[in-house]
């Protein structure tokens, strides 16, 4: 594939999202990414982040967009239900998760919730189950070069973790994970080398709470040295932490990792 990888932000929070004017230097809403690859679009997570992101699709009137599910825990999903793309008839969404989890989806994003729900949408919606260790290009070829691995990881009720690599590039996305069992040193493994690991920034490892599914930046940046990653996003906030707070985790971290910040855009 030619050309840079564009990583934008677009939610840096975890479990639910923080709209308060000390929280939103950093930004308030729940995570999502998207990730610029020639002339595909993936994105990474449907955090409410995600209906800031649909804006800018319908804006560029781009018809093809590719969403990667780590897990259907509410804060990552929430953003599907504004999703300007969904009420676009000429718009094509292809959503990737775990076994079965497009049945899941639809009863989460259903009208006893929302008015209308994932199959009377405008726009045509495409269920892709992903499995662990197995390599898989975007849908259709959307984007040539490209291969996406997932990971299964550490989280109550399951979570898939991703890696983006065609070659010259590669990104890993490792939210909700907590470094329990074997989980470290498979991660390691699914991530060494990457240009850039999204990881999950959670906690500060003075407020980890063990079997939450979650990590602290500190071991993100341990982990990322021992990986042999180039570099580290620290990402997922705890939506109790403000501006100041995570400002002094930053200064703390010494800038030897970057912390996500909405609207923040990475070249890879």
Sequence with gaps: ??????????????SFPAPQADFLGYGGNTCCLSLDCGDAL???????????????IAREKR???????????????????PFAPRYDRAAEIHLYGAPGFAGELARLIGSSLWP???????????????????PFPLAGGAAPGLAVTA??????????????????RSLAYALDCELSGDMEPRLADFARGADLLVWDASFTVRDKKPGWGHAAWEEGQAFGASAGVRRVLMTHYSWEYTDQFIHSQELLAGGSCIFAKEGMVIAL
């Design 1 to 14: 594939m030619g050309g840079a990888w564009s990583l934008t932000v677009w939610g840096v929070r975890g």
């Design 63 to 81: 018809r093809r967009v590719d969403i990667l599910l780590s897990h259907l825990h509410l804060d990552h999903v929430m953003g599907l239900f």
């Design 42 to 56: 993936v994105v990474l997570d449907a955090g409410s982040g995600l209906a800031a992101l649909g804006e800018r």
């Design 151 to 168: 990971l299964e990881g550490s989280h109550p009720g399951g979570c898939l973790y991703y890696r983006l690599e065609d070659g010259v």
């Design 116 to 134: 209308v729900d994932l199959a009377n949408g405008r726009a045509r919606i495409l269920f892709h189950e992903v499995w662990g260790g197995r």
